[in-house]
Protein backbone atom coordinates (compact mmCIF):
# COMPACT_ATOMS: atom_id res chain seq x y z
CA UNK A 1 0.00 0.00 0.00
CA UNK A 2 1.03 3.84 -0.64
CA UNK A 3 1.67 5.92 2.26
CA UNK A 4 1.01 9.38 2.27
CA UNK A 5 3.61 11.55 3.46
CA UNK A 6 3.95 15.13 4.45
CA UNK A 7 7.47 15.52 2.76
CA UNK A 8 5.91 15.23 -0.73
CA UNK A 9 4.28 18.80 -0.77
CA UNK A 10 7.81 20.18 0.34
CA UNK A 11 9.69 18.34 -2.87
CA UNK A 12 6.80 19.98 -5.12
CA UNK A 13 7.80 23.28 -3.14
CA UNK A 14 11.02 22.66 -4.14
CA UNK A 15 10.33 21.73 -7.92
CA UNK A 16 8.85 24.86 -8.12
CA UNK A 17 10.65 27.19 -6.49
CA UNK A 18 14.06 26.02 -7.07
CA UNK A 19 13.60 25.24 -11.25
CA UNK A 20 16.62 23.51 -12.06
CA UNK A 21 18.84 25.31 -9.89
CA UNK A 22 19.61 23.17 -7.09
CA UNK A 23 19.40 19.16 -6.21
CA UNK A 24 17.16 18.06 -3.40
CA UNK A 25 18.86 15.74 -0.97
CA UNK A 26 16.88 13.54 1.48
CA UNK A 27 18.47 12.45 4.37
CA UNK A 28 17.09 10.03 6.67
CA UNK A 29 17.83 6.87 8.60
CA UNK A 30 17.49 3.65 7.04
CA UNK A 31 14.08 1.92 5.77
CA UNK A 32 12.17 5.81 6.15
CA UNK A 33 10.92 5.44 3.11
CA UNK A 34 13.39 7.98 0.85
CA UNK A 35 13.60 5.94 -2.20
CA UNK A 36 9.99 5.27 -2.51
CA UNK A 37 8.66 9.12 -1.69
CA UNK A 38 10.95 10.30 -4.24
CA UNK A 39 10.25 7.22 -6.93
CA UNK A 40 6.54 8.29 -6.28
CA UNK A 41 7.09 12.03 -6.98
CA UNK A 42 9.28 11.25 -10.27
CA UNK A 43 6.30 9.28 -11.74
CA UNK A 44 3.98 12.01 -10.49
CA UNK A 45 5.34 14.83 -11.32
CA UNK A 46 7.51 14.26 -14.33
CA UNK A 47 7.40 13.69 -17.98
CA UNK A 48 10.18 10.69 -16.95
CA UNK A 49 12.91 9.61 -14.94
CA UNK A 50 15.86 7.55 -14.07
CA UNK A 51 16.61 5.75 -11.08
CA UNK A 52 20.38 4.81 -9.73
CA UNK A 53 20.41 2.51 -6.75
CA UNK A 54 23.94 2.42 -6.12
CA UNK A 55 24.07 -0.47 -3.88
CA UNK A 56 23.56 -2.71 -7.28
CA UNK A 57 24.28 -0.18 -9.71
CA UNK A 58 26.61 -1.85 -12.61
CA UNK A 59 30.07 -0.45 -13.44
CA UNK A 60 29.85 0.51 -16.51
CA UNK A 61 27.11 3.15 -14.65
CA UNK A 62 29.68 4.43 -11.64
CA UNK A 63 32.40 4.47 -15.09
CA UNK A 64 30.37 6.69 -16.63
CA UNK A 65 30.79 9.35 -14.38
CA UNK A 66 34.19 9.11 -15.69
CA UNK A 67 32.52 11.56 -18.10
CA UNK A 68 31.08 14.04 -16.45
CA UNK A 69 33.09 16.65 -18.47
CA UNK A 70 31.15 15.21 -21.56
CA UNK A 71 27.70 15.72 -20.51
CA UNK A 72 26.12 14.55 -23.69
CA UNK A 73 27.90 11.43 -23.41
CA UNK A 74 27.15 11.05 -19.73
CA UNK A 75 23.46 11.57 -20.47
CA UNK A 76 23.60 9.37 -23.58
CA UNK A 77 24.35 6.72 -21.18
CA UNK A 78 22.21 6.91 -18.61
CA UNK A 79 19.15 6.67 -21.24
CA UNK A 80 20.66 3.60 -23.42
CA UNK A 81 21.73 1.71 -19.63
CA UNK A 82 18.15 2.23 -18.61
CA UNK A 83 16.10 2.28 -21.90
CA UNK A 84 14.69 6.06 -20.78
CA UNK A 85 13.82 8.85 -23.03
CA UNK A 86 15.37 11.85 -21.05
CA UNK A 87 13.47 15.23 -22.19
CA UNK A 88 15.15 18.71 -21.95
CA UNK A 89 13.65 20.53 -18.48
CA UNK A 90 10.78 17.68 -18.30
CA UNK A 91 12.95 14.48 -16.63
CA UNK A 92 14.09 13.82 -13.54
CA UNK A 93 17.86 11.77 -12.21
CA UNK A 94 17.50 10.22 -8.72
CA UNK A 95 21.08 9.12 -6.82
CA UNK A 96 19.44 6.41 -4.46
CA UNK A 97 21.69 5.36 -1.56
CA UNK A 98 24.19 7.86 -3.10
CA UNK A 99 26.58 7.81 0.30
CA UNK A 100 27.42 4.65 -1.51
CA UNK A 101 29.14 6.39 -4.18
CA UNK A 102 30.46 9.73 -3.14
CA UNK A 103 31.80 10.78 -6.81
CA UNK A 104 27.88 11.12 -8.00
CA UNK A 105 27.27 13.16 -4.86
CA UNK A 106 30.58 15.07 -6.08
CA UNK A 107 29.01 15.48 -9.83
CA UNK A 108 25.96 17.05 -8.96
CA UNK A 109 27.82 20.41 -8.87
CA UNK A 110 28.45 19.74 -12.62
CA UNK A 111 24.91 17.94 -13.42
CA UNK A 112 22.87 21.08 -12.10
CA UNK A 113 24.51 23.62 -13.69
CA UNK A 114 24.55 21.92 -17.48
CA UNK A 115 20.55 22.65 -16.10
CA UNK A 116 18.72 19.86 -18.46
CA UNK A 117 17.15 17.87 -15.76
CA UNK A 118 16.11 18.11 -12.11
CA UNK A 119 18.04 15.91 -9.49
CA UNK A 120 16.91 14.00 -6.37
CA UNK A 121 19.44 12.24 -3.92
CA UNK A 122 18.74 9.52 -0.93
CA UNK A 123 20.87 8.75 1.70
CA UNK A 124 21.19 7.28 4.86
CA UNK A 125 24.03 8.19 6.98
CA UNK A 126 24.63 10.65 4.02
CA UNK A 127 26.85 13.43 6.23
CA UNK A 128 29.01 11.14 8.13
CA UNK A 129 32.64 12.32 7.83
CA UNK A 130 33.39 8.70 6.68
CA UNK A 131 31.50 9.38 3.90
CA UNK A 132 32.25 12.37 2.11
CA UNK A 133 35.73 13.40 3.69
CA UNK A 134 37.44 12.76 0.00
CA UNK A 135 34.75 14.87 -2.10
CA UNK A 136 33.59 18.14 -2.19
CA UNK A 137 30.51 18.88 -0.60
CA UNK A 138 28.11 20.56 -3.84
CA UNK A 139 26.73 24.29 -3.01
CA UNK A 140 24.19 23.60 -5.77
CA UNK A 141 22.16 21.03 -3.34
CA UNK A 142 19.37 21.70 -0.78
CA UNK A 143 18.85 19.23 2.18
CA UNK A 144 15.61 18.23 3.53
CA UNK A 145 15.03 15.39 6.33
CA UNK A 146 12.94 12.53 6.13
CA UNK A 147 10.91 11.30 9.44
CA UNK A 148 9.24 8.18 10.36
CA UNK A 149 5.70 8.45 9.80
CA UNK A 150 4.36 11.20 12.60
CA UNK A 151 0.99 10.84 14.04
CA UNK A 152 -1.43 12.45 11.60
CA UNK A 153 0.21 10.65 8.33
CA UNK A 154 0.04 7.34 10.63
CA UNK A 155 -3.42 8.22 11.67
CA UNK A 156 -4.15 9.49 7.74
CA UNK A 157 -3.41 5.96 6.99
CA UNK A 158 -5.37 4.18 9.07
CA UNK A 159 -8.43 5.99 7.55
CA UNK A 160 -8.81 8.46 10.66
CA UNK A 161 -8.91 11.79 8.51
CA UNK A 162 -12.36 13.20 10.43
CA UNK A 163 -10.91 12.44 14.12
CA UNK A 164 -7.49 14.31 12.64
CA UNK A 165 -10.24 17.60 11.72
CA UNK A 166 -11.91 17.28 14.98
CA UNK A 167 -8.40 17.49 16.98
CA UNK A 168 -7.66 20.50 15.04
CA UNK A 169 -10.25 21.97 15.33
CA UNK A 170 -10.64 21.08 19.03
CA UNK A 171 -7.00 22.50 19.42
CA UNK A 172 -7.97 26.17 17.60
CA UNK A 173 -10.74 26.55 19.96
CA UNK A 174 -8.76 25.38 23.10
CA UNK A 175 -11.63 23.20 24.21
CA UNK A 176 -11.27 18.84 24.85
CA UNK A 177 -12.67 16.45 22.75
CA UNK A 178 -15.63 15.00 23.75
CA UNK A 179 -14.81 11.81 26.17
CA UNK A 180 -15.52 9.24 23.74
CA UNK A 181 -13.73 11.30 21.08
CA UNK A 182 -10.39 11.58 23.46
CA UNK A 183 -10.49 8.08 24.36
CA UNK A 184 -10.79 7.17 20.53
CA UNK A 185 -8.02 9.49 19.88
CA UNK A 186 -5.72 8.24 23.13
CA UNK A 187 -6.44 4.58 21.76
CA UNK A 188 -5.27 5.68 18.01
CA UNK A 189 -1.98 7.22 19.69
CA UNK A 190 -1.29 4.13 21.61
CA UNK A 191 -1.41 2.21 18.75
CA UNK A 192 0.98 4.95 17.13
CA UNK A 193 3.52 4.17 19.83
CA UNK A 194 3.26 0.30 19.42
CA UNK A 195 3.47 0.56 15.99
CA UNK A 196 5.51 3.50 15.48
CA UNK A 197 6.29 5.62 12.28
CA UNK A 198 8.41 2.99 10.12
CA UNK A 199 6.69 2.25 6.97
CA UNK A 200 6.93 -1.24 6.94
CA UNK A 201 6.00 -1.59 10.24
CA UNK A 202 2.76 0.36 9.63
CA UNK A 203 1.88 -1.60 6.23
CA UNK A 204 2.52 -4.78 8.04
CA UNK A 205 0.10 -3.55 11.59
CA UNK A 206 -2.53 -2.19 8.64
CA UNK A 207 -2.61 -5.43 5.84
CA UNK A 208 -2.79 -7.71 9.03
CA UNK A 209 -5.77 -5.74 10.04
CA UNK A 210 -4.02 -4.74 13.41
CA UNK A 211 -1.51 -7.40 14.60
CA UNK A 212 0.92 -6.47 16.53
CA UNK A 213 3.36 -9.24 16.13
CA UNK A 214 3.34 -8.46 12.01
CA UNK A 215 4.84 -5.03 12.78
CA UNK A 216 7.05 -6.23 15.57
CA UNK A 217 8.81 -8.81 12.94
CA UNK A 218 9.70 -5.81 10.45
CA UNK A 219 10.83 -3.93 13.20
CA UNK A 220 13.54 -6.26 14.22
CA UNK A 221 14.32 -6.29 10.93
CA UNK A 222 15.13 -2.81 10.60
CA UNK A 223 17.21 -2.93 14.11
CA UNK A 224 19.69 -5.40 12.47
CA UNK A 225 19.84 -3.66 10.06
CA UNK A 226 20.97 -0.04 12.25
CA UNK A 227 23.06 -2.88 13.90
CA UNK A 228 25.16 -3.67 10.35
CA UNK A 229 25.29 0.06 9.63
CA UNK A 230 27.14 0.53 12.93
CA UNK A 231 29.45 -2.21 12.37
CA UNK A 232 29.91 -1.66 8.89
CA UNK A 233 29.84 2.31 8.91
CA UNK A 234 31.17 3.49 12.56
CA UNK A 235 34.49 2.32 11.84
CA UNK A 236 36.87 2.92 15.04
CA UNK A 237 34.48 3.31 17.06
CA UNK A 238 31.59 1.18 16.90
CA UNK A 239 31.70 -0.54 19.83
CA UNK A 240 31.25 2.33 21.64
CA UNK A 241 28.08 3.62 19.02
CA UNK A 242 27.12 0.01 19.40
CA UNK A 243 27.09 -0.18 23.56
CA UNK A 244 24.70 3.36 23.66
CA UNK A 245 22.63 1.90 20.94
CA UNK A 246 21.57 -1.14 22.97
CA UNK A 247 21.69 0.44 26.32
CA UNK A 248 19.11 2.79 25.40
CA UNK A 249 16.14 1.37 26.74
CA UNK A 250 18.01 1.02 29.93
CA UNK A 251 19.34 4.92 30.01
CA UNK A 252 15.56 5.58 29.81
CA UNK A 253 14.48 3.25 31.92
CA UNK A 254 16.32 5.78 34.81
CA UNK A 255 14.51 8.33 36.82
CA UNK A 256 16.58 11.32 34.71
CA UNK A 257 16.71 9.30 31.38
CA UNK A 258 20.61 10.30 30.92
CA UNK A 259 23.31 8.60 29.48
CA UNK A 260 25.61 7.41 32.17
CA UNK A 261 28.82 6.32 30.59
CA UNK A 262 30.30 4.81 33.65
CA UNK A 263 27.77 2.18 32.94
CA UNK A 264 28.78 1.14 30.07
CA UNK A 265 32.44 1.69 30.37
CA UNK A 266 34.87 2.01 33.20
CA UNK A 267 36.80 4.71 31.70
CA UNK A 268 33.91 6.66 29.83
CA UNK A 269 34.15 10.08 29.85
CA UNK A 270 32.18 12.45 27.28
CA UNK A 271 35.17 13.64 25.21
CA UNK A 272 35.67 10.21 23.82
CA UNK A 273 32.01 9.48 23.62
CA UNK A 274 31.67 12.65 21.65
CA UNK A 275 31.82 11.23 17.86
CA UNK A 276 30.06 7.88 18.97
CA UNK A 277 27.21 9.73 19.96
CA UNK A 278 27.71 12.27 16.87
CA UNK A 279 27.25 9.36 14.57
CA UNK A 280 24.00 8.06 15.92
CA UNK A 281 22.63 11.70 15.55
CA UNK A 282 23.87 12.44 12.81
CA UNK A 283 22.57 9.22 11.31
CA UNK A 284 18.82 10.03 11.95
CA UNK A 285 18.77 6.59 14.23
CA UNK A 286 18.59 8.75 17.68
CA UNK A 287 17.38 11.93 18.76
CA UNK A 288 19.62 13.59 21.10
CA UNK A 289 18.07 15.44 23.85
CA UNK A 290 20.99 18.17 25.19
CA UNK A 291 21.02 20.21 28.54
CA UNK A 292 20.53 24.05 28.42
CA UNK A 293 22.51 25.24 31.34
CA UNK A 294 20.89 28.55 30.91
CA UNK A 295 17.55 28.88 29.32
CA UNK A 296 17.29 32.56 29.13
CA UNK A 297 20.03 33.59 26.78
CA UNK A 298 18.84 30.47 24.07
CA UNK A 299 19.51 27.07 24.38
CA UNK A 300 22.26 26.13 21.86
CA UNK A 301 24.66 28.80 23.40
CA UNK A 302 24.28 27.22 26.74
CA UNK A 303 24.51 23.66 25.62
CA UNK A 304 25.86 21.18 27.70
CA UNK A 305 26.89 18.18 25.87
CA UNK A 306 28.34 15.97 28.96
CA UNK A 307 24.42 15.94 29.87
CA UNK A 308 22.73 14.30 27.16
CA UNK A 309 19.47 11.82 26.61
CA UNK A 310 19.68 9.63 23.52
CA UNK A 311 16.00 8.65 22.82
CA UNK A 312 15.38 6.09 19.47
CA UNK A 313 14.21 7.79 16.75
CA UNK A 314 10.80 5.88 16.57
CA UNK A 315 9.23 4.74 19.43
CA UNK A 316 7.98 1.44 17.98
CA UNK A 317 11.54 0.41 17.30
CA UNK A 318 12.22 1.24 21.05
CA UNK A 319 9.82 -0.98 22.02
CA UNK A 320 11.10 -4.06 19.96
CA UNK A 321 14.80 -3.08 21.31
CA UNK A 322 13.94 -2.74 25.12
CA UNK A 323 11.29 -6.22 24.60
CA UNK A 324 12.15 -9.66 23.62
CA UNK A 325 9.92 -11.39 21.37
CA UNK A 326 8.60 -13.62 23.63
CA UNK A 327 6.94 -10.54 25.52
CA UNK A 328 5.54 -9.35 22.20
CA UNK A 329 4.10 -12.67 21.11
CA UNK A 330 2.02 -13.46 23.65
CA UNK A 331 0.04 -9.91 23.50
CA UNK A 332 0.46 -8.75 27.44
CA UNK A 333 2.41 -5.86 26.92
CA UNK A 334 0.54 -4.67 23.98
CA UNK A 335 -2.77 -5.31 26.29
CA UNK A 336 -1.46 -3.45 28.91
CA UNK A 337 -0.29 -0.47 26.50
CA UNK A 338 -3.48 -0.45 24.97
CA UNK A 339 -5.44 -0.07 28.29
CA UNK A 340 -3.09 2.45 29.92
CA UNK A 341 -1.76 -0.02 32.52
CA UNK A 342 1.63 -0.41 31.50
CA UNK A 343 3.49 0.91 34.83
CA UNK A 344 6.85 -0.41 34.32
CA UNK A 345 8.83 1.55 31.28
CA UNK A 346 5.67 4.01 30.48
CA UNK A 347 7.43 7.21 31.36
CA UNK A 348 10.20 5.82 28.78
CA UNK A 349 7.32 5.34 25.64
CA UNK A 350 6.37 8.45 26.78
CA UNK A 351 9.08 10.87 26.50
CA UNK A 352 10.83 8.82 23.65
CA UNK A 353 7.68 9.67 21.47
CA UNK A 354 7.12 13.31 22.62
CA UNK A 355 10.71 13.53 21.83
CA UNK A 356 10.02 11.55 18.49
CA UNK A 357 7.22 14.14 17.67
CA UNK A 358 8.57 16.95 18.15
CA UNK A 359 12.06 16.22 16.25
CA UNK A 360 9.59 15.63 13.55
CA UNK A 361 7.99 19.04 13.80
CA UNK A 362 11.69 20.71 13.55
CA UNK A 363 12.35 21.15 17.12
CA UNK A 364 16.13 20.83 18.50
CA UNK A 365 15.78 18.75 21.67
CA UNK A 366 17.14 20.29 25.21
CA UNK A 367 15.85 20.13 28.49
CA UNK A 368 16.79 22.00 31.97
CA UNK A 369 17.61 20.37 35.73
CA UNK A 370 18.54 22.24 38.94
CA UNK A 371 20.75 20.02 41.28
CA UNK A 372 19.82 20.88 44.65
CA UNK A 373 23.09 20.34 46.82
CA UNK A 374 21.18 20.46 50.45
CA UNK A 375 18.87 17.81 49.16
CA UNK A 376 21.45 15.86 47.31
CA UNK A 377 19.14 15.67 44.31
CA UNK A 378 17.39 17.78 41.07
CA UNK A 379 14.87 20.07 42.68
CA UNK A 380 13.57 21.20 39.01
CA UNK A 381 13.68 18.82 35.92
CA UNK A 382 12.07 19.77 32.99
CA UNK A 383 11.53 17.29 30.13
CA UNK A 384 12.10 19.35 27.13
CA UNK A 385 12.63 23.25 26.41
CA UNK A 386 10.68 24.54 23.30
CA UNK A 387 11.14 28.37 22.03
CA UNK A 388 8.98 31.47 20.22
CA UNK A 389 12.05 30.82 18.02
CA UNK A 390 12.28 34.61 17.98
CA UNK A 391 15.96 36.43 17.67
CA UNK A 392 14.37 39.89 19.14
CA UNK A 393 12.39 38.69 21.65
CA UNK A 394 13.41 34.63 22.70
CA UNK A 395 10.45 33.38 24.85
CA UNK A 396 11.16 29.95 26.70
CA UNK A 397 7.65 27.08 26.52
CA UNK A 398 8.70 24.46 29.14
CA UNK A 399 7.17 20.89 28.38
CA UNK A 400 6.57 18.42 30.91
CA UNK A 401 5.74 14.78 29.78
CA UNK A 402 3.27 12.69 32.21
CA UNK A 403 2.60 9.19 31.14
CA UNK A 404 -0.09 8.79 34.45
CA UNK A 405 -3.19 10.74 35.37
CA UNK A 406 -1.88 11.48 38.62
CA UNK A 407 1.08 13.79 39.11
CA UNK A 408 2.76 16.75 40.35
CA UNK A 409 3.55 20.57 39.02
CA UNK A 410 6.53 21.29 41.56
CA UNK A 411 9.23 21.33 38.66
CA UNK A 412 7.58 23.44 36.47
CA UNK A 413 5.99 25.70 38.83
CA UNK A 414 9.29 26.15 40.55
CA UNK A 415 10.98 26.87 37.00
CA UNK A 416 8.10 29.56 35.58
CA UNK A 417 9.19 31.09 39.52
CA UNK A 418 13.02 31.34 38.10
CA UNK A 419 12.55 32.31 34.66
CA UNK A 420 9.06 34.31 34.77
CA UNK A 421 10.25 37.38 32.65
CA UNK A 422 11.38 34.71 30.28
CA UNK A 423 8.30 32.29 29.86
CA UNK A 424 5.39 32.91 27.14
CA UNK A 425 3.92 29.23 27.27
CA UNK A 426 3.83 26.46 29.37
CA UNK A 427 3.11 22.50 28.66
CA UNK A 428 2.25 19.54 30.67
CA UNK A 429 1.64 16.75 28.37
CA UNK A 430 -0.35 13.58 30.02
CA UNK A 431 -3.33 11.09 28.67
CA UNK A 432 -6.47 13.55 29.66
CA UNK A 433 -8.15 15.32 27.66
CA UNK A 434 -6.99 19.14 27.22
CA UNK A 435 -7.17 21.71 29.39
CA UNK A 436 -6.33 25.68 30.62
CA UNK A 437 -4.81 25.77 34.34
CA UNK A 438 -4.01 29.21 34.71
CA UNK A 439 -0.89 30.07 32.47
CA UNK A 440 -0.34 26.64 32.05
CA UNK A 441 -2.02 24.71 28.83
CA UNK A 442 -1.79 20.86 29.20
CA UNK A 443 -2.32 18.73 26.22
CA UNK A 444 -3.17 15.46 25.17
CA UNK A 445 -0.75 13.68 23.41
CA UNK A 446 -2.29 13.19 20.31
CA UNK A 447 -2.35 16.80 20.30
CA UNK A 448 1.54 17.77 19.59
CA UNK A 449 1.24 17.92 16.16
CA UNK A 450 -1.13 20.84 16.05
CA UNK A 451 2.06 22.62 17.33
CA UNK A 452 3.30 22.95 14.06
CA UNK A 453 0.92 26.03 13.50
Not at 41 to 60: G, Q, V
Not at 205 to 210: C, F, M, N, V
Request: aromatic share 12%; glycine share 4%.
Amino acid sequence: MELKRKIYNKLLKWKNEVHGQKSLLIEGARRIGKSTIAETFARNEYKSYILIDFNKTSKKIRDNFDNINKLDLFFQTLSLEYNTKLFTRESIIIFDEIQKFPRAREAIKYLVQDGRYDFIETGSLISIKENVEEITIPSEERKIKMYPLDFEEFATALGKEILLEYIKDCFSKKQPLEQKYHAEAMHLFREYMLVGGMPQSVVAYIESHGDFEKSDIEKRDILELYRDDIKKAAKRYNSKVSAIFENIPAFLSTHEKKIVLSEIDRNGVFSRYDEPLFWLDDSMICNLCYRCNDPCVGFALNKNESAVKCYLGDTGLLISLAFGENEIANQQLYRSIMNGKLSLNEGMLYENIIAQMLTSLGRKLYFYTQYNTTKHRNDIEIDFLLSNESKTNFKIHPMEVKSSKNYTTVSLTAFRTKFSSKIEKSYIIHPKAFSVDGEIIKLPPYMIFCLAG
